[in-house]
């Protein structure tokens, strides 16, 4: 069996006018930088592969009309009914960066960090990772109906029958048998591929540890073909459903009343079906409650998978996930609003509402997210990495959650605070006379707090590094300098406040002017020329953000651009992030939140979400 304690990927087809088959992914410097129709029968998805119909389930679609939806290993896809292209999830290969102008598609496809876009007229646009040249389209490809994606491989079929791939080969997923011809639909898993003929039989090649090509000698009559990471899938044209290859989680085992398939997807070692009659079934590894179909879906009409989430359209143009949301920190509780405080951790989140009350979400694996009872009259909250602490009005701080280096340990002389701060695994306080206290782990002298920080108004906290800014408008820096964190420019002048990542600095000046420093090993200390005043500052694991006078919030780094769902959010307040995470809370005026993760595909953008 194996360990899925990491991140594998892999691939697993593409979504030709909403025929949904899944797809998924793969896969130190210092400086100082400034500033419900009828469901469709097998007979109907087999003729809108060969013919290239316009779609055969046309969904009611009142918000984009969203036609077609892909889901990738950690990147997801939708094409509306005009041809756009939305795109959402991981972006730290620029899978999700649509190119601008880019319409007229009619078929999407989701690779381990590359995607494509196929447009009417037959051609290919491809954009994100090409470390094995997996965007590299054939010179003068034209004539296509359908594109597939594996982890880092390229499958086109064309408009007589024969299959074009490019990209990785190490299993010789790439090598097009001699001789395939009449194909009517292609296929990607990890390392493998799958090709349906016209008559109904399979072909597949590439590699084979799991038996994933090894097609069943009697298998005929398929309508849809679908790949994950080592197995493989067959729709018939009865509605049944064939599976072969790895079965370490019971992906290949079809329970035995399945009956009237329309539609199936793989994702990494689950298998998602679609019924007749809208039902969606799906089996296999639940680590992520990827098979947990929510009760409330209905009237589906495409399905899809990614390595450990399930997605699915409805006939309203919907769309709904389910499975990994890395613990559901982007799930805030639906009591929210009047808030006045925010902080994340690497995967859960606390809020502070003007009653004075905390709500937390996300991972409790230490009870970070389990508030103390009696807890009442809190200012402010901080969030480590499995650990929790919050301050009331009366200047006391409580703590809760991981207590591995003491962290959870307040000293008897923390009092009369009026600032807290958590690291990794330590923990700082601000007193009302200026004085800053840290407990916890001191592996890069983190708590040794130097001689000159006093007179202190404002601190943060990196992984294993803390900043403070002094009355005088002077930023101290003390803890770990692997990238030069703590040498702090002299040239900042008057500074109103900090911010520390896991490995870089940032600050903020009076005048509003960002600087920043440390590692830059993901772009993270260049600061874009058209930031302006900035008003807040926050500082992610290699990823920076600022919140402008204008009340937008920009981000540089190992991110490029938000999530959808910011598109058009012009009142931000402040902005909260984790240093190990990539999760964020941004905190408007009106004092509700909107909660953000980059990368997770389940995070579906602002204007097609469903409500689940």
Known sequence: MSNRMSRRLFLSGATLLGVGIAAHRLGRTASV?????????????????????????????????????????????????????????????????????????????????????????????????????????????????????????????????????????????????????????????????????KDGTVVAWGNNDYGQTNVPVQLRDVVQVAAGEGHSLALKKDGTVVVWGNNDYGQTNVPAQLRDVVQVAAGEAHTVALTTNGQVVVWGWNKYGQTAVPATLSDVVYVSAGVAYSLAMTNRGEITTWGNNDDAQANVPANQGDVVAIATGKLHSLMVKTNGKVMAWGNNTYGQTTIPEGMQDVLQVAAGLWHSLALNKSGKVMAWGNNDFGQTDIPISVQDVVQVEAGLWHSLALNKSGVVVAWGNNDYGQLVVPVEAREVVHMATGFCHSLVVKQSGAVVAWGNNNYGQINVPAELGEVGAVAAGAYHSLALTKRGEVFAWGNNDHGQLNIPAELGEAVAVAAGNHYSLAVTKQGQIVVWGAYRALPAKFGGITDISSIATNVNGNNFIALRRDGTIVPGFFGDPTDVPFDIRASV
């Open 33 to 197: 930088q400034r500033t419900s129709p009828a469901k469709p029968s097998t007979d109907a998805i087999l003729t809108a592969t060969l013919e290239l119909q316009a779609p055969v389930l046309t969904p009611s679609v009142p918000i984009k009309q969203v036609l077609a939806v892909v889901a990738g290993s950690w990147h997801a896809l939708a094409v509306t009914q005009g041809g756009e292209v939305i795109a959402w999830g991981n972006n730290d290969k620029g899978q999700t960066n649509v190119p601008a102008g880019l319409g007229n598609v009619i078929q999407i496809a989701a690779g381990g960090a590359h995607t494509l876009a196929l447009k009417n007229d037959g051609t290919l646009v491809a954009w994100g990772s090409n470390h094995d040249g997996q965007i590299n389209i054939p010179t003068g490809f034209e004539g296509g109906v359908q594109v597939t994606a594996g982890s880092s491989h390229t499958l086109a079929l064309k408009n007589d029958g024969t299959v074009v791939a490019w990209g990785n080969n190490d299993y010789g997923q790439s090598n097009v048998p001699a001789q395939l011809q009449n194909v009517v639909q292609v296929a990607a898993g990890y390392f493998h591929t799958l090709a349906l003929k």
